[in-house]
């Protein structure tokens, strides 16, 4: 059974940084290959975004608003991914969840929510003004 344990969550100031990790557990062995990972974001009263993924190859995806500040990366056993965030705005304060699917070569995109099958419980990031 897959579980994601998020990690590193807590407050900082605006323009700050923090470093999320995520620890991850029980994918099939024979399937790894075939793993994506990735982080999301929900603030209070607005639906949850696709911050970033990361494929079985290393290649990456970011969302716009973070593109040059987050950078996403991970283990080849894929046991731990971790999200480098820099230059915190306020408007980025929220829930931050990691996310897997199985999905092949390539990761599904992060406008599609439903592709990942695995979540974590999520870990706080307040960034204040």
């Known amino acids: 059974q897959v579980q994601l344990v998020e990690s590193g969550g807590g407050s900082v100031q605006s323009g700050g940084s923090l470093r999320l990790s995520c620890a991850a557990s029980?994918?099939?062995?024979?399937?790894?290959?075939?793993?994506?990972m990735a982080w999301f974001r929900q603030a209070p009263g607005k639906e949850r975004e696709g911050v970033a993924n990361?494929?079985?190859?290393?290649?990456?995806t970011y969302a716009d608003s973070v593109n040059d500040r987050f950078t996403v990366s991970q283990d080849t056993a894929r046991t731990t991914l971790v999200l480098q965030m820099n230059s915190l705005k306020p408007e980025e304060t929220a829930m931050y969840y990691c996310?897997?699917?199985?999905?092949?070569?390539?990761?599904?995109?992060?406008?599609?929510?439903?592709?990942?099958?695995?979540w974590g419980q999520g870990t706080q990031v307040t960034v204040s003004s």
């Open positions: 990361i494929d079985n190859g290393g290649g990456t």
């Open positions: 996310a897997a699917a199985y999905s092949g070569r390539y990761c599904p995109p992060l406008s599609g929510q439903h592709y990942y099958k695995y």
């Open positions: 029980g994918f099939t062995y024979s399937r790894v290959s075939s793993v994506c």
